[in-house]
């Protein structure tokens, strides 16, 4: 069993910058690929970004153009997501999430979900 907490969001300016944590408990991170979803009010979970198990292979939804940088740390069992160059379309509830093993694009195919963090940018 795998417990997420995320940090870090907030109210941030359009071309401002956030860097949002995952906090994993329960179990060690090391077996599990984490990823990062978003849920804007109105719209359905999207895939933003993941990360395999080792750090190694990464994987980012086309929106994010080299903004976002999906990455980990075994050692302290925290997941990361730094996003620059934020805009106004960005404003959502982040998640973070975890299923063993290998990345995925796909929120039903993911075992372990965080609570959200919202992130609200303004223009």
């Known amino acids: 069993q795998v417990q997420l907490v995320e940090s870090g969001g907030g109210l941030v300016q359009a071309g401002g910058s956030l860097r949002l944590s995952c906090a994993a408990s329960g179990s060690t991170l090391r077996s599990y690929a984490m990823g990062w979803f978003r849920q804007a009010p109105g719209r359905e979970r999207e895939f933003v970004a993941s990360i395999d198990w080792s750090g190694s292979i990464t994987d980012d939804a086309d929106f994010v153009k080299g903004r976002f940088t999906i990455s980990r740390d075994n050692a302290k069992n925290m997941g990361y997501l730094q996003m620059n160059s934020l805009n106004p379309e960005d404003t959502a509830v982040y998640y973070c999430?975890?299923?063993?093993?290998?990345?995925?694009?796909?929120?039903?195919?993911?075992?372990?979900w965080g609570q959200g963090t919202q992130v609200t940018v303004s223009s």
């Open positions: 999430a975890a299923r063993l093993y290998s990345l995925s694009r796909t929120v039903g195919e993911y075992d372990y």
